[in-house]
């Protein structure tokens, strides 16, 4: 089996694979975002409380 036959080959079975993996990733659905919730503020989830200690001697927010 000479060099181009073996080059050949290994392109034809590169082909069919990226073929099965385009095929299979057309049949199903492609990845999409889910919708954000409408209702969902900015603020949400958020408190006024800091989450890091105050340094000594700072005045409370």
Request: glycine share 12%; aromatic share 4%; hydrophobic share 40%.
């Amino acid at each position: 089996m000479n060099t181009p036959m073996r080059v050949g080959g290994f392109l034809a079975g590169l082909a069919v694979v990226f073929a099965a993996a385009f095929g299979i990733g057309a049949a199903t659905d492609p990845a999409a975002p889910v919708p954000a919730d409408p209702t969902h503020t900015s603020d949400t989830g958020h408190s006024d409380v800091p989450t890091e200690p105050r340094v000594s001697g700072t005045p409370p927010p």
